[in-house]
């Protein structure tokens, strides 16, 4: 398993420049075990942020909605070699989920590391991390507890979906961009939302499976054959069977875009995944990352995860 994740990490340094960073305010600092449920009220700013876990100063973004909430939380999670200020601007997520209400948090993976330590393997503790941000969020903003989420990109995309089971159920929702079949569907997970995306050109994590990096140097190509992916619609398959989702339906929203459907999971979930023909391994939206091959413009991918984030029952 670790020489997975060691491969992975590789793969995700093709995605270190996916955007550029924007201008965040000073630092603020806050230990994971400050604070204590008070009143609804904010008692953080947004901008940059560190707190304290396991010993390490972790870094974070937060964006936050206007009204007084409580608000639903979103965890917006980069992709390997990349980082939360490139993650902030390309995904969108900040920008727009505040403007319809989310905090979004884009939290940093551990100083000297490429990517997120998925659960049950070697390295920093970030499911422990990503717990106490939202405990720490949720001591200092008026969040609504029911309504917690996670989207991602590559391996922020296998973390989010990780987190189903490691989390214990805690989040309602996740959206896997570019990354559902890195990591394992697990099966204990608890009716979740999930909304994926991915295009079949994809030569980094590819869509049929197999060994990832395929565009990649001579160098990362011998540590992409130490792994191997299990197809994206495999993967989906599986998670459906895991969820209990029934009545697989597909339709094409465009020439390039397809999305399949489960029409009948439990506690009102949904499962459905986007498939881009030809698309790369890339966000679908407004911002082309030509080196990350061809990206879906005529689908907004930001824009779909918050509807159905937005659709998804409280816990």
């Not at 398993?1 to 550029?20: D, F, H, R, S």
């Not at 560190?50 to 007084?68: D, H, M, Q, V």
């Not at 905090?103 to 920093?124: D, F, I, K, N, S």
Request: proline share 8%; aromatic share 6%; net charge positive.
């Amino acid at each position: 398993m670790l020489k997975a994740v060691i491969v992975t990490v590789a793969a995700g340094t093709l995605a270190a420049q996916c955007a550029a960073t924007p201008a965040t305010p000073p630092d603020r600092k806050a230990d994971a075990k400050a604070g204590t449920p008070k009143a609804c009220a904010d008692r953080i700013e947004p901008g940059r942020h560190t707190l304290t876990f396991g010993g390490l100063e972790r870094r974070y973004l937060l964006s936050l909605p206007k009204g007084e909430g409580p608000h639903p939380v979103l965890l917006d999670l980069h992709g390997l070699g990349s980082n939360a200020a490139q993650q902030a601007a390309y995904s969108r997520l900040p920008e727009i989920g505040a403007g319809r209400g989310y905090v979004v948090a884009t939290p940093q993976a551990a100083e000297g590391r490429l990517g997120w330590t998925l659960p049950h393997t070697y390295g920093p503790d970030d499911t422990g991390f990503l717990t106490a941000l939202l405990d720490h969020l949720g001591q200092r903003l008026c969040l609504d507890g029911r309504r917690q989420f996670a989207a991602g990109m590559s391996y922020g995309a296998a973390m989010a979906t990780g987190m189903i089971c490691a989390l214990d159920g805690r989040l309602a929702a996740v959206a896997p961009v570019a990354g559902i079949n890195i990591a394992q569907p697990c099966p204990e997970a608890r009716p979740t939302t999930i909304v994926a995306f991915h295009g079949t050109g994809d030569t980094v994590v590819p869509y049929q499976g197999g060994h990832p990096l395929r565009g990649a140097s001579a160098r990362l190509r011998a540590l992409g054959d130490l792994v191997t992916l299990q197809p994206v619609e495999r993967s989906v398959e599986a998670w459906a069977r895991i969820l209990g989702c029934t009545g697989r339906a597909t339709s094409a929203l465009s020439a390039t875009v397809r999305v399949r459907t489960w029409k009948s999971c439990p506690a009102h979930a949904s499962l459905r995944l986007y498939t881009v023909k030809g698309g790369g391994h890339t966000w679908p939206g407004p911002i082309a990352v030509p080196r990350l091959g061809p990206t879906e413009r005529g689908l907004d991918a930001t824009e779909v995860i918050l509807d159905a984030f937005d659709a998804t029952p409280s816990r």
